[in-house]
């Protein structure tokens, strides 16, 4: 448990604005938001539903049973942003069990897809407001580094749940601030 943050390890409803399910497990965030997207294509509701997914998470085949859901229903209200940063847990994803080709998997379950720099806000913007009217469920791939502007962190799959020491600490916000 991280008292002191509403940013923790696992998204918590009760902490973090506009976070509706806790999880954790993965592979459940993707399920979860599928049923409330049908959910709201049954009510003819005007709401949208996000879900973020790691992309070590895709190796979870819960995922793709959703995906295929989403894609025979053309879900067009459901948006997924996948955090592609190459790393899982204690590896690099594609040495672990490989992703690729991962657009052409989505477009496979009838999904639309987007490829774009994750630290790139403006480019994401337009992909997640909404002004693209589409019929399908759209997949974002945004391609990140982990722990990007920290010099000790970046690409690292040790920092996937390490925890700064107060040296470490001052440096990388002393390097985040420069
Ligand atoms: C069902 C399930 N299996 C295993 C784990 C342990 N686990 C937690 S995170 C993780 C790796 C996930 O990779 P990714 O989402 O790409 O992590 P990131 O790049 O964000 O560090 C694993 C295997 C888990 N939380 N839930
Ligand atoms: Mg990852």
């Not at 399908?136 to 920290?150: E, F, Q, Y």
């Amino acid at each position: 448990m991280q008292p002191l943050t509403r940013l923790g390890g696992h998204p918590d409803r009760t902490k973090t604005p506009g976070v509706e399910t806790n999880t954790g497990p993965l592979g459940h965030g993707l399920p979860v938001g599928v049923g409330i997207a049908i959910a709201g294509q049954i009510d003819q509701a005007p709401y949208r539903v996000f879900v973020i997914t790691g992309d070590g998470e895709l190796q979870e085949g819960s995922n793709w049973e959703a995906a295929m859901t989403a894609g025979h229903r053309k879900l067009s209200n459901l948006t997924l942003i996948v955090d592609r940063n190459r790393l899982q847990q204690g590896a690099r994803t594609e040495d672990t069990v490989s992703l690729e080709p991962l657009a052409d998997k989505w477009r496979a379950f009838g999904w639309n897809v987007a490829e774009v720099d994750g630290h790139d806000i403006a480019a994401m913007i337009p992909l997640l407001d909404g002004s693209i009217p589409r019929e399908r469920p759209l997949c974002v791939i945004a391609s990140t580094i982990k722990g990007k502007g920290i010099s000790f962190m970046e690409d690292q799959a040790s920092w996937h749940h390490g925890v700064p020491s107060a040296d470490q600490f001052a440096i990388a916000m002393k390097e985040l601030e420069a």
